[in-house]
């Protein structure tokens, strides 16, 4: 379906899910298939999520690739004017400028693939994601398998009680879970 280098117009790839989705591996594959190519590849995430590392991106089955963190996704246009394929990973944490910052890239002739969670720990559709698959030319939604149950999973469960929309976490703090089985706790 995509052509591997791009051929003089750009575009924009989304790759979003639940957590334990598999985005970041999926992310990460097409990037080092684009270096493969010898493009000339640039890869952003946001300095909220120093989970694993500060200067690569990492994913749960621990494959990894070079990074920059970024305080805002302006930077990110200076940082990548070289570049012909962009990659954002963790694209929830930006703000909505993040949004214009895709566009201007791709209207640029890049390639640009963010990868981020679609929905937050209460099922909500978590922005700016929901704006960047209305401009995508291309969509992935990833699904992971529910702890409890077995389906296909594409919420994020939080296993504690903190009200804050953004709690940095891993397998501690947060699992897969289908609708059926995703719970959310009001008032506590
Ligand atoms: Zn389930």
Known sequence: MLSI?????????????????????????????????????????????????????????EQKISSMTVSSASEI????????????????FFESDIVDV????????????????DQDYMGKPFEPIPQLLAIAEYITKTLAICVKCGRPANRTQRLNTDPKRVVVGSGDIYEARCRFCHEIFENR
């Open 5 to 61: 280098a791009p051929t003089g117009t750009g575009w924009i790839e989304v790759i979003c899910g639940s957590m334990f989705s598999g985005k970041t591996e999926e992310l990460i594959r097409r990037l080092k298939r684009a270096e493969i190519a010898k493009l000339n590849v640039s890869i952003f995430k946001p300095n909220i999520d120093d989970r694993f590392s500060k200067d690569h991106i990492v994913s749960h089955n």
């Open 77 to 92: 246009l200076e940082l990548a004017k070289d570049a012909d394929v962009v990659g954002i990973d963790e694209a929830q």
């Open 102 to 117: 895709c566009q201007q890239l791709a209207d640029s002739g890049k390639r640009v693939i963010v990868a981020g969670l």
